[in-house]
């Protein structure tokens, strides 16, 4: 189980400091599917990162299975048992698909495991399993090989930021079918950053995170129709205007 | 003739393919040729009035190997002019490559000045090692000439890597491109220490529509220096590709000048450069596999020199 208590982070902006994230408590049980979702630049991304310990929270607590991992580092952590895809991934000039999947898995992987991880979300492994991890790649492309990267090994918790930007329908399904079976599995316990109704309806519960704090959290029963029945008014412009559009 | 296991370690640096005294090869120790053998159709004839060996590939050579080490366990500098004549057609893979063992005071310098003279519709592959190991605080040089001439319709490739021990290098390459040659040059090199290491490389782009790719990779490390001209001129209708790619570390220096010359109007060059530290993305993403800042960084060089 992950538990988050009171987590905030702070920067220094111009001078000034300014809260990114504010008193952020919640927990994720064993198996459980948290889907994350709120307007962009609301500190999603900014928590997915403290969790992975990527950036460092300026108070608060995280706990994995009762371990304190707060002052770990990302290798610490990463050993703990999280496992982070990225919303934008990094490339690699000269790293083989293979070989990124093999360090991700920690051993060297044979050609069946790594098709079978390609395959897995939705690239046509012979064709990818020997390409260079860099710039030849398209972006959907090299999305669905960092997806691959954390698949590639049994974490106690997922964190996946927004995984389904950049890639296509038919490999979108074949994603949230690979989702639904881990979160079937209950081997693992999983958080996705997204805006996808798709995904957000597989949750086994929603959190809401607006201006740097948690906004709701709850089942996708309570938190859908809030969700998006405060879709229109969330912004101050459009409820002046009667929620119309700009120009219209 | 018995190898001793200097000589063994240092060939298994330098030749990754496996060096053995069979087919077509000769083994250069200390400044003497000390054993060469002939194939069916590659033949290599020690020059008399310098040192230094003709190798001459009949256009019947199909998918063979050429093995021709050098190994320097002894101070003092060896000068040597290796020549080669690739006949038409023909499929060769040549391994060359120096490795210095150097345990004393005083300098150990080996110059190789190669040559090549490929014929028409061959496919030419040459892979050269450069390495140094050993306590001896003379320095351990290698300033390697090659002068490549490319014939029409003819493929040659050039593979050229210094991962370490080379406290100084100074690289001089050039080549001729006929009509419809094509050339592919991968350089990596890495320095550390007060190591330095300059490379130079003309590429004469005559034919009409021959091509060259040149990707350079490197990584400065300690106080070292680097220094790389690559250089493209295109006198025909022709395609050139230069990319210089360096990563920067410590109190490293790097400086990267490739240079591109049109003189035709059909003549496409293009040059790409890039030097930087290390990604901390890149970083942070192997860190999340659960490896340390130090092994991580080992991994993006490896990969990025492989």
């Not at chain 1, 969790?51 to 929270?57: D, E, Q, R, V, Y």
């Not at chain 1, 703990?80 to 690699?92: D, H, K, L, S, T």
């Not at chain 1, 690239?123 to 399993?129: S, T, V």
């Given at each position: 189980m992950l538990q988050v208590e009171h987590l905030s982070y702070d920067v220094l902006e111009e001078g000034k400091q300014s809260e990114i994230l504010s008193d952020v408590s919640f927990n994720v049980e064993d198996g459980e599917?948290?889907?994350?979702?709120?307007?962009?630049?609301?500190?999603?991304?900014?928590?997915?990162?403290?969790?992975?310990?990527?950036?460092?929270?300026?108070?608060?607590?995280?706990?994995?299975?009762?371990?304190?991992?707060?002052?770990?580092?990302?290798?610490e952590r990463a050993k703990?048992?999280?496992?982070?895809?990225?919303?934008?991934?990094?490339?690699?000039k000269g790293m083989t698909v293979r070989r990124l999947l093999s360090l991700a898995a920690g051993r060297a992987l044979d050609?069946?495991?790594?098709?079978?991880?390609?395959?897995?979300?939705?690239?046509?492994?012979?064709?990818?399993?020997?390409r260079e991890v860099d710039s030849t790649l398209s972006g959907g492309e090299i999305k669905r090989i960092e997806i691959?990267?954390?698949l590639a090994k049994q974490h106690k918790l997922c964190v996946f930021d927004e995984p389904e930007a950049g890639i296509d329908l038919w490999s979108f399904s074949m994603l949230i079918k690979r989702f639904e079976q881990i979160h079937k599995?209950?081997?693992?316990?999983?958080?996705?950053?997204?805006?996808?109704?798709?995904?957000?309806?597989?949750?086994?519960?929603?959190?809401?995170i607006s201006d740097g704090k948690v906004d709701s959290i709850g089942s996708a029963e309570e938190v859908m129709p809030k969700l998006f029945g405060q879709e229109m008014d969330s912004c101050e412009c459009r409820r002046?205007?009667?929620g119309e559009l700009y120009g219209t | 003739m018995e190898l001793n296991k200097v000589t063994e370690d240092v060939l298994k640096v330098i030749d990754s393919y496996g060096f053995r005294q069979e087919g077509a090869y000769s083994l250069r120790l200390n400044g003497m040729a000390v054993c060469h053998g002939d194939s069916r159709h590659i033949r290599i004839v020690q020059k008399e009035d310098k040192p230094g060996i003709d190798i001459h590939i009949s256009g019947e050579t199909k998918g063979e190997q050429v093995h021709i080490p050098v190994i320097m366990s002894q101070e003092g500098v060896d000068i040597v002019y290796n020549d080669f004549y690739i006949e038409d057609g023909a499929d060769v893979t040549i391994i060359a490559g120096c490795g210095i063992h150097g345990e004393g005071c005083s300098e150990t310098r080996h110059d190789g000045i190669h040559s090549f003279h490929v014929g028409k519709n061959a496919n030419v592959k040459y892979i050269e090692n450069h390495y140094a190991e050993g306590d001896g605080t003379g320095s351990?040089?290698?300033?390697?000439?090659?002068?490549?001439?490319?014939?029409?319709?003819?493929?040659?490739?050039?593979?050229?890597?210094?991962?370490?021990?080379?406290?100084?290098?100074?690289?001089?390459?050039?080549?001729?491109?006929?009509?419809?040659?094509?050339?592919?040059?991968?350089?990596?090199?890495m320095t550390d220490g007060n190591q330095t290491a300059v490379s130079n490389m003309d590429v004469e782009l005559n034919g009409e529509n021959s091509s060259a790719q040149i990707i350079s990779r490197t990584v400065g490390k300690g106080t070292s220096r680097q220094v790389f001209h690559p250089k493209a001129v295109g006198n025909n209708l022709c395609h050139a590709h230069i990319q210089c790619d360096s990563i920067?570390?410590?109190?490293?220096?790097?400086?990267?000048?490739?240079?591109?010359?049109?003189?035709?109007?059909?003549?496409?060059?293009?040059?790409?450069?890039?030097?930087?530290?290390?990604?901390?993305?890149?970083?942070?993403?192997?860190?999340?596999?659960?490896?340390?800042?130090q092994e991580a960084e080992s991994v993006i060089i490896e990969s990025f020199l492989k």
């Open positions: 599917m948290l889907v994350i979702t709120g307007p962009n630049g609301g500190g999603k991304s900014t928590l997915a990162k403290l969790l992975m310990g990527i950036n460092k929270a300026s108070s608060g607590r995280i706990l994995l299975n009762g371990e304190d991992i707060t002052d770990y580092s990302i290798d703990a048992g999280i496992g982070f895809a990225f919303q934008q991934p990094p490339r690699f050609e069946k495991t790594c098709c079978g991880l390609l395959s897995s979300v939705g690239l046509c492994a012979m064709e990818y399993i020997d691959a990267t954390v599995e209950k081997k693992e316990s999983m958080i996705l950053i997204s805006h996808q109704e798709r995904i957000i309806r597989m949750a086994d519960r929603i959190m809401v002046q205007k009667g | 351990k040089v290698l300033n390697p000439v090659t002068k490549i001439f490319v014939g029409e319709d003819s493929v040659f490739t050039l593979e050229t890597t210094q991962i370490r021990g080379v406290d100084s290098t100074e690289r001089e390459n050039y080549i001729e491109l006929a009509e419809n040659a094509k050339l592919f040059v991968t350089e990596k090199l920067i570390m410590d109190q490293a220096e790097i400086s990267s000048i490739p240079e591109i010359d049109a003189k035709h109007v059909d003549a496409q060059i293009v040059h790409e450069a890039a030097i930087g530290r290390i990604n901390d993305e890149q970083l942070v993403k192997l860190r999340t596999f659960g490896m340390t800042e």
